[in-house]
Each structure stands twice: as C-alpha cells, then as structure tokens.
C-alpha cells in the first residue's frame, strides 16, 4: 500500500497547540470517500477542535485512497499519535442496506449485500452491521485493506467501522426531534451523488442514495421518493445539506417545487471551537453525525 500521496489538503482548521496527552482524551472520527478523506477530533466537552480535508481531484489514474494512507497518516500531526480515546470511522461504500433488526443475523450479512448487489461480495471485501436504536442494522462492505492498514496504524485499540449512511441516520435522528414538522425531508449532496432521507413522526421511513447528473435529474428523484411515501411536496419540511448552496443549479431547480426548501444547521449535540465557527454547517452533516455516534 505504499504509493505517492496526491491527496490535497483542502481545508485545515487547527488548534494553536495540542498534545499527545490531549488526543488520549479525544475521540478521532474519520469520513473516508473514494476521492476525499475529512477527520474531526471530538474533546472530551464534545466539542469539534479540529478539522481537516483532504481530496484528489480525479479517480482517473490516481493512487487509491488507501494506498495514500501510509504517507498520510505518518506525516500528519494529529493521525501520527499512537492513542485516542476511541476512533471511529465512517466509509462511502456503494454496498449498503438497512435490514430490520429482528430478522438480522450476523452470518448472513454478507448474503445481505450479494442479494442487494445481484452478485458475490469480491473477496477484497468484508461485511460489516451496525445496529441503530431505531430498530434496524445498517449492513455494508469495507475493503479488507483499509482494515488492516487501520489495524497496523492503532495496534492497541478497537477501531469502529459505519457507513457513511449511518451517520446521516444519527444526524437526522437528532436534527428532527427539534423540528416542528411531523414529515422532514433530508437530502444530502456529495459529488455526483444524492443521500435522500425521510422521517416521518420521527421514525426513519426511507433512505437511499442516488447517482445525479442533473438538475432534473435531482427533481425527479426527489420527486419520485415523495410519490413512493404518498407525501405531497407541501406537507413536508425539506432540508438540505453537504455540498449545495442556494445558488447551485440543484437548488434553485428544487425549489420550484419544494418553496420552503432551506439550508441545515449542525444537529444538536455537539459543539465547535471557536476556530470552527466560521465554516458552513451544512457541508459537514455525515461528519456531524458520526461525531454523535461515538
């Protein structure tokens, strides 16, 4: 797994001064995507202290990202500390399910993923299921060789594995519950991709995630969930989070039929460092969330 890093370092908020003694008593969260990497350090005040981006721009002839990891991690300031308090990790595998937990069984999660998929599990990879106290497992597959490059990073500690889906969950979860609509539409963009959530009397009802290419793409996903749901567009409170902004193509095309569409804020629950204020909230709601699950 040793490889050139051509990772970029997009964004970089750091405390003036941290220790090893400090990390011992902080919480490392890490959001992995095929092209992007963001880690987050909870304090133990549950507060976000830190927080770095780094993304390459093309799939396209570029090293994986867990073949980066190595250089990554040995060269960084806070990743080369051998302890934290806990460290959990959330992946963006395109393989996941939600099973209901009284029909999951853990020796079947890997039939779970082949059933969805509509073919065998590749043998680089392996099935997790993390269970939400919502009444369902989230079942998904990570690649083997970022497990063990994790194992090989933090020998002494246990490293918890979600999918980015989860997180999402955890955050709407949370972000709902102050909402004074019974019906709340999540939508969650990254990259070429849409993360659709709905809940209803605070119960998670859907949660799918899409490949757009358009705008009108977007609309007729959007559109299609609430059909599926039997929720007219008017009756629910639509939200959006992740990289959009009222200006983009997507948003403005939403709002032709969602008027009441708006931006997210950070879910209740954590804090940031002053050092964090500044940043645009709804970008990070996947870290947000796995912030509340650890």
């Given at each position: 797994?040793?490889?050139?890093?051509?990772?970029?370092?997009?964004?970089?908020?750091?405390?003036?001064?941290?220790?090893?003694?400090?990390?011992?008593?902080?919480?490392?969260?890490?959001?992995?995507?095929?092209?992007?990497?963001?880690?987050?350090?909870?304090?133990?005040q549950r507060r976000m202290v830190w927080l770095d981006e780094f993304t390459q721009p093309s799939l396209l002839n570029e090293p994986l990202l867990t073949d980066q990891l190595p250089q990554l991690f040995s060269q960084h300031p806070l990743l080369s500390y051998e302890r934290f308090e806990a460290i959990w990790v959330s992946v963006n595998s395109p393989a996941f399910t939600l099973v209901p937990g009284e029909l999951y069984r853990k020796e079947y999660a890997t039939s779970y993923?082949?059933?969805?998929?509509?073919?065998?599990?590749?043998?680089?990879?392996?099935?997790?299921?993390?269970?939400?106290?919502?009444?369902?497992?989230?079942?998904?597959?990570?690649?083997r060789a970022l497990i063990e490059f994790m194992g090989g990073q933090y020998p002494l500690q246990p490293v918890t594995y979600v999918h980015q889906s989860s997180a999402l969950i955890q955050a709407t979860y949370a972000s709902d519950r102050q909402m004074l609509s019974p019906k709340n539409l999540f939508l969650f963009f990254e990259d070429e991709y849409v993360t659709i959530l709905f809940r209803e009397g605070h119960a998670l009802r859907y949660c799918n995630r899409f490949g757009v290419k358009s705008a009108q793409d977007l609309a007729y996903y959007v559109l299609y969930v609430l059909d599926e749901l039997q929720t007219h567009p008017a009756d629910c409170?639509?939200?959006?989070?992740?990289?959009?902004?009222?200006?983009?193509?997507?948003?403005?095309?939403?709002?032709?039929?969602?008027?009441?569409?708006s931006i997210g804020t950070m879910p209740p629950g954590l804090h940031l460092s002053s050092d964090l204020d500044e940043l645009p909230e709804h970008r990070f709601l996947s870290l947000q969330g796995l912030c509340l699950l650890a």
């Open positions: 797994m040793r490889a050139t890093s051509t990772l970029d370092a997009t964004l970089s908020v750091r405390p003036e001064v941290f220790t090893a003694g400090q990390a011992e008593k902080s919480i490392l969260c890490l959001e992995m995507a095929p092209q992007r990497l963001r880690l987050t350090l909870l304090d133990p993923l082949s059933l969805m998929r509509g073919y065998p599990q590749p043998p680089t990879e392996q099935a997790f299921g993390f269970a939400h106290n919502e009444g369902f497992v989230a079942v998904f597959s990570l690649e409170n639509p939200v959006v989070y992740g990289e959009i902004t009222p200006f983009a193509e997507g948003y403005i095309a939403l709002r032709r039929f969602l008027p009441t569409l």
